[in-house]
């Protein structure tokens, strides 16, 4: 019996391969894995992902491009009219894959940058901070959409009034601000993720009504301080939505509720064993969220006023920073 939640959007790591290894890559990126889905498999995930109504894919790494048929995946993702964007660190990118891209009928491309040329080259790899701008100068000269995505951490926090000084000069539709989350390469390496929350919900402010571009920040800052309603495009903030609306798939079949969610713990099922159909609609699946109840709450989320509807914010972010999954340990709306 299929359980009453509407599938709306999946993230999709079509291959683990990354020209990269950088310093808070959360899954870990730089081979592919043995055994990824083959093209045929990737093909039927496709169908499988319509079938459940998927309306919107994003298609991570890896670096998406090292995949030899992401184009196949992505004419067939927009043959079912499922809207489909590609991030990239930009790395590789090249003015031959400008045809590809508009061939397959890419809806956007997100562009990863992490700071001045000195922070970004030194999480990354020297000369990518360049190649990261060119690809986007590339894309947008060709008419193609792009986003940019920052991933914030304490050291690059404080360069953020440099790093929009520079992406103005771009047309860009839009700048997306996350925070670092201590997983994979970030808990191996040790980067100090934390920062304060308000301090990027003040910058967002100051800057939202007049930048050339959307500005705002993702589901794992925040929340509901009386800024809310300019940081994430006029609404607020949902509550976490893995396993809810929004699904995860990794290159090798496993399904979570967010990628983000990158351990094991969290692995519902895999495609070469079960449909999508089948994990999605399974009633025990997913329960962190579909089995929520504020009494679930824990610290200050307990406490708060908003917790009800909040429900302690990222799922993924509060479990690798201290493993409570329903106490949100950085909220702008308490001290940090």
Avoid at 118 to 144: C, K, M, N, P, W
Wanted: glycine content about 8%; overall charge negative.
């Amino acid at each position: 019996m299929a359980v009453p939640y509407a599938l709306t959007s999946c993230v999709w790591e079509i291959t683990l391969a990354c020209c990269f290894s950088c310093a808070y890559c959360g899954s870990r990126a730089g081979k592919a894995r043995p055994y990824e889905l083959t093209t045929e498999e990737c093909l039927d995930v496709v169908q499988q992902l319509s079938d459940l109504g998927c309306r919107r894919v994003s298609l991570i790494g890896g670096e998406v491009f090292l995949r030899k048929d992401w184009d196949r995946i992505v004419s067939a993702l927009t043959a079912q009219g499922i809207r489909t964007a590609i991030i990239t660190n930009g790395f590789l990118f090249s003015e031959d894959l400008i045809d590809k891209i508009k061939a397959a009928q890419v809806e956007s491309v997100a562009v990863s940058l992490d700071g001045t040329r000195v922070l970004h080259d030194r999480y990354r790899q020297e000369g990518s901070f360049d190649r990261a701008l060119a690809a986007i100068d590339v894309l947008t000269s060709a008419g193609i959409p792009v986003s940019v995505i920052s991933t914030l951490n304490a050291e690059n926090v404080q360069v953020l009034e440099d790093l929009y000084d520079t992406l103005r000069q771009y047309p860009i539709f839009a700048w997306q601000l996350q925070a670092c989350s201590p997983m994979g390469n970030a808990a191996a390496t040790g980067i100090e993720y934390h920062f304060d929350f308000r301090q990027v919900i003040s910058f967002v402010r100051k800057h939202a009504e007049n930048a050339p571009f959307t500005l705002g920040i993702a589901d794992n800052i925040g929340y509901f301080t009386e800024e809310e309603g300019v940081l994430r495009g006029g609404g607020v903030f949902p509550g976490c939505s893995a396993g809810l609306s929004g699904i995860g798939i990794d290159s090798v079949g496993n399904v979570r509720g967010c990628e983000a969610m990158y351990d094991d713990a969290f692995i519902e099922g895999n495609l070469r064993e079960r449909t999508l159909a089948e994990i999605w609609n399974d009633p025990d699946a997913f329960r962190y969220n579909r089995a929520f109840d504020p009494s679930l709450l824990t610290g200050a989320c307990a406490e708060c006023a908003y917790g009800a509807r909040c429900a302690a914010g990222c799922r993924s972010y509060n479990y690798f920073v201290h493993g409570k999954l329903y106490e949100s340990p950085f909220c702008a709306r308490k001290a940090t």
